[in-house]
């Protein structure tokens, strides 16, 4: 298992960017998770990444959407247009949805989070010893707001 996570972060480095170093490894854990499921039948490669790599696989792509989905409560298209072709598909590749730039600013916050505040090897251990999309956001769209309980101020 170790053996193959190693494997992906060897491969995946050279097309990093030092600051994302903390994606690689949420990357390498992806892949390492999608590695045993079947193959499906070949999606159009994403033509509009700027943050993600460009050859990443279509499973460790979904599996990150989905990832995303769940920890802001959201669908896909909270974040994606839909298409003008067609209205009952989303167009992922386009940005005219401004959730997904934001989005965008949040994956480069997240990974510059992990690979200077924690350390790489932790990087999708069992118990999250990083900060992902889920430790702020926790299934709502904006983080919570701190509010103190009424009854701290009784003590
Ligand atoms: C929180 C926002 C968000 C949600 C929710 C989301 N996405 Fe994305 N998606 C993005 C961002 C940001 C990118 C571009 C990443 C980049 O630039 O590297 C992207 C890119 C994509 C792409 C590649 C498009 C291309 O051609 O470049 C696909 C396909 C995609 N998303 C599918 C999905 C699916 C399917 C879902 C629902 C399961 C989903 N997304 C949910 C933010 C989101
Ligand atoms: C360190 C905490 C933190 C992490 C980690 C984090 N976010 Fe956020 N996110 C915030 C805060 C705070 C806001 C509200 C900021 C604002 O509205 O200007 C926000 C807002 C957003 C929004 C805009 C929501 C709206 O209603 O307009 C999107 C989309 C988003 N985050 C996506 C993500 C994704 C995707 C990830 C993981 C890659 C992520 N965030 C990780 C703290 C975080």
Redesign the pocket.
């Known amino acids: 298992m170790l053996y193959l996570i190693n494997l992906s972060i060897v491969i995946l480095m050279p097309l990093f960017t030092k600051k994302s170093i903390g994606l690689v490894a949420l990357i390498a854990v992806v892949s390492f998770a999608t590695f045993a499921e079947k193959k499906k039948t070949p999606m159009p490669r ?7 790599p460009q050859d990443i696989s279509h499973d460790s ?2 599996y990150l ?2 990832e ?2 769940v920890s ?1 409560g ?3 298209g ?3 247009v839909r298409s003008q072709v067609d209205s009952t598909r989303l167009d ?2 386009s940005d005219a949805n401004k ?2 730039n934001m ?2 600013h949040m ?1 480069k916050m997240t990974a510059e989070i992990n690979s200077q505040y924690f350390q790489e090897e932790n990087h999708g251990a069992q118990g999250a010893l990083m900060v992902s999309c889920f430790t702020c956001h926790n299934g709502n769209k904006e983080p919570k707001e701190f509010v103190m309980p009424a009854e701290d101020d009784k003590k």
Do not use: D, G, W
């Open positions: 994403p033509t509009n990444l700027t943050v993600l792509l979904i959407m989905k995303y989905s802001l959201v669908k896909c909270f974040c994606h992922f590749a959730h997904k989005a965008r994956m």
